[in-house]
């Protein structure tokens, strides 16, 4: 997937075509396109959620554009691989959002194909597995009564005498559950995922992680099954793609292409040439193409290295500093249908080295061949420097084979197959630097008058795809008129809307129900 071929020389007025045209969706609606300037050309870096999503609203708009994109496929992190039949997530990729313009995206160009699932997902610790969302009497039965004693002992005494002042993430969980639910529950799983110790996160992403959530709540959801205001950590359904979240990006790709959009793979960026606070062009693939607008979803370290000519020394090191977290499936095919009957399953044992794992057959039967196969997906959070990311794929299908026969979710003798993919920059990771860094980047950007940054690495947030989504759309807007805010998400109340509307509820809904990266103190 490294190999790079050269492409055959594109202007983008080729790519612009007829955009007045009304294009037909997936389910047998009709999309009708705006008619507007279709000579208005946007180049738009990277063809993830953010990349195509901003190609299919400006095409909506009826403004010429293209995407260029370094990889063979679409889709970003979003994607769905597939291989001898089996299909898996580059990552469980739950489809869930509080902004309707987003959900009726979804549902135009999936249509039937968008399944609604009930989420079902466990912790594994030490030999046990627990419900997740946690439920009382569940945790109660497996922690055994005596380990259930102490784990309430401890939860009275975090109340009476809570620690102070609460700035680390382990302070804040354990004064809510007490320290030794956080130690059985909390700790192993957060570093894993972030490689950071507890007691160096900020209490203040704990705070937004699992906000309303405490260990009164979760007796009170157990009670009471209904509730007008549910907790955003206890969401119990969601919605799915019938062939996987790359389903959507592969039919957007389509339509968009359809509407004359040109989607280049294989295209990495080499070069974005400046003059006069603008940019002129970017390089990528061993072409050079030209634009008016430019619209970046790649992440702002590989954006800045690439600028021409370089910025000033103070943003270059600024940029650098921007740190990342990667990201290493082992998909798993197996004989056997119903393993278990989670989606997911976290895994919290610091003896196991995997961090999650999903069964893919469980949130879309048609994730497999046929109905007497699975195909699970072991996920390794890493970095690339770490020995994890260097070894074959051989011994890494052999680890997870080894540790899921280990949990007890399958027998050796049932696993055909299995494939790897590594995700490099698959979290951005907010550390004592990211804000300085960001604030330099930002003030440098703000400068630069036709370029705009979406998406979870354009922008460096740890975000849902419906938040890139969304930051995509108003940026096509904004090339359209609109004085959108993409950092805050303020709506541009002077802008006569050319599309569905946004409201400001929407706005704090969205931006509530985001996750946030944890910040190191």
Not at 494 to 509: C, F, K, N, R, V
Request: charged fraction near 25%; charge should be neutral; proline fraction near 4%.
């Amino acid at each position: 997937m490294d190999e790079r071929s050269t492409l055959d020389e594109q202007s983008l007025s080729e790519g612009g075509g007829d955009l007045t045209r009304k294009s037909p969706g997936r389910n047998g609606s009709r999309m009708v396109v705006n008619t507007a300037d279709s000579s208005t050309q946007v180049v738009i870096l990277g063809a993830g959620p953010a990349g195509l999503t901003a190609a299919y609203e400006l095409s909506n708009l009826g403004l010429g554009c293209m995407v260029l994109e370094q990889d063979t496929v679409v889709g970003g992190l979003a994607r769905t691989v597939e291989h001898k039949g089996f299909r898996f997530d580059v990552g469980g990729h739950r489809f869930y959002t509080k902004v309707s313009l987003v959900q009726r995206i979804w549902r135009d160009i999936l249509g039937d194909d968008l399944l609604s699932r009930k989420r079902l997902s466990r912790i594994y610790y030490k030999s046990k597995f627990f419900q997740y969302p946690l439920q009382p009497l569940d945790a109660f039965r497996g922690l055994g009564p005596i380990e259930a004693f102490r784990c309430g002992l401890s939860f009275v005494r975090s109340r009476l005498f809570p620690t102070l002042p609460e700035r680390d993430f382990e302070t804040w969980i354990s004064n809510r559950f007490g320290r030794r639910l956080f130690r059985t529950f909390f700790k192993s799983y957060t570093e894993k995922v972030w490689g950071m110790d507890c007691r160096e996160i900020a209490a203040e992403w704990a705070a937004q992680r699992i906000k309303g959530l405490s260990l009164w709540s979760l007796m009170r959801d157990a009670v009471l099954s209904q509730s007008n205001k549910p907790i955003k950590t206890l969401i119990k359904e969601f919605q799915y793609p019938r062939l996987g979240p790359g389903m959507l990006w592969s039919r957007m790709r389509e339509i968009v292409e359809q509407r004359g959009v040109t989607v280049i793979l294989n295209a990495p960026l080499q070069g974005v040439q400046l003059q006069s606070g603008r940019v002129l062009s970017v390089r990528a693939g061993n072409k050079t193409y030209h634009g008016q607008h430019f619209i970046s979803s790649i992440p702002i370290r590989e954006l800045i290295e690439k600028l021409e000519p370089a910025p000033e020394q103070c943003v270059q090191a600024a940029a650098a500093k921007f740190r990342y977290r990667d990201f290493i499936t082992v998909a798993l095919m197996l004989r056997g249908r119903n393993l278990f009957a989670d989606n997911w399953i976290y895994v919290h044992d610091p003896e196991i080295r995997a961090g999650r794992v999903q069964n893919y057959g469980n949130w879309s039967p048609d994730m497999t061949p046929d109905s007497e196969s699975s195909c699970l997906g072991v996920e390794y959070f890493c970095n690339a420097s770490d020995e994890i990311w260097k070894i074959t794929d051989e011994d890494l299908i052999a680890l997870a084979k080894r540790e899921m026969v280990q949990l007890g979710l399958v027998h050796e003798r049932d696993v055909i197959d299995g494939a790897v993919v590594r995700m490099p920059k698959a979290y951005p990771v907010y550390d004592r630097s990211y804000q300085d860094a960001l604030a330099t980047v930002r003030d440098f950007l703000a400068n630069v008058s036709n370029l705009q940054l979406v998406g979870r690495n354009g922008m460096h947030r740890y975000n849902n795809q419906d938040h890139s989504m969304l930051t995509a759309i108003l940026a096509a807007r904004n090339i359209a008129g609109a004085r959108f805010d993409l950092w805050n998400l303020s709506l541009d109340k002077d802008y006569l809307e050319a599309g569905p509307e946004i409201s400001t509820e929407e706005l704090a809904a969205l931006e509530q129900s985001q996750p946030l990266v944890p910040k190191t103190i």
